[in-house]
């Protein structure tokens, strides 16, 4: 993203009321009903979620996306196992630190976009297990396993999305111990599990004291 | 807290740390690094904040750890700058 983009998205702010209500689901609710754009500030053409169906702020996330043709273009039709590992970063990692440091600086996403950059520390081990293509809706299933000075770790899984399942409507009872016990249907098929994914928002001046 | 006191309750932390081999605590000075004397892997820099919060019975703030070098001077700079804080509160 250019300066000029970032600038941009900074300009184009939320209106009053826009920014009171967002304010008041970030101190009182949940990311469930929020768009991504809305969260995922940082290279908008490199998204790679959908829609949050389950959110508990302190525990995990429920996130999902469906790879479109530019996804996998020049890959066999085949959604790359490294664009897996970032869409579960930006559902996990970047959206629920995001949420959380903008409830701690009572702010909206927007706000905290000109101090920090999300950035990854570090990917533990990852397992594949099987194959999405375009047009394959899936889940990022994550748990949050640590969170402190503006750094989260991460475990959780992706799994692939019975065809015309109402995502939401499964997951709105779902719950944190169904969470960490990956409760949920036989007809989700794994597609591959995550360990100690890594990020942590860094302030921008860090970022730029070389240049 | 004399800085000497601090290095060695700072290594008491660094012993109960996995991925420090414990011989290559032998000697460690000001100057060690964590990563490069040490081979610590970087992500363990913030185990070891989390570690020294408690054995020092201190809070660092979000700033503190983004500015926190990697030197064992580093860290112990960090205690004593945060202690003073605490007491100035």
Known sequence: ?????????????????????????????????????????????????????????????????????????????????????????????????????????????????????????SIGQVNFHYYLESGDTYICLANIKFYKWRQMVCDGRIYKVPKDLDIDKYFSDFTEERLLKYDISKDFRLVAELFDITGRAILIELFKKNE | MERQEILEGLLEVLRTVRTIDPARLEGVTEETDFLTDLSAPSTELINIAAKVEHKFGIEFEDDDIDRMGSKVKDVIDLIILVKARGENK
């Open chain 1, 1 to 121: 993203m250019t300066e000029e983009q970032r600038l941009a998205i900074l300009k184009g702010a939320l209106t009053d009321e826009e920014r009171a209500a967002f304010l008041k689901i970030i101190q009182e609710g949940d990311l469930v009903g929020v768009s991504p754009t809305q969260v995922l500030l940082h290279g908008p053409t490199k998204r790679l979620v959908n829609t949050y169906h389950w959110h508990s702020p302190n525990k995990g996330i429920v996130a999902s996306y469906t790879p479109t043709d530019r996804d996998v273009e020049d890959h066999f039709g085949i959604f790359r196992g490294v664009d897996q590992v970032e869409s579960f970063a930006q559902a996990s990692i970047v959206s629920c630190g995001t949420f959380l440091e903008c409830r701690k600086q009572n702010c909206t996403p927007d706000q905290l976009m000109g101090k920090f950059i999300p950035a990854f520390i």
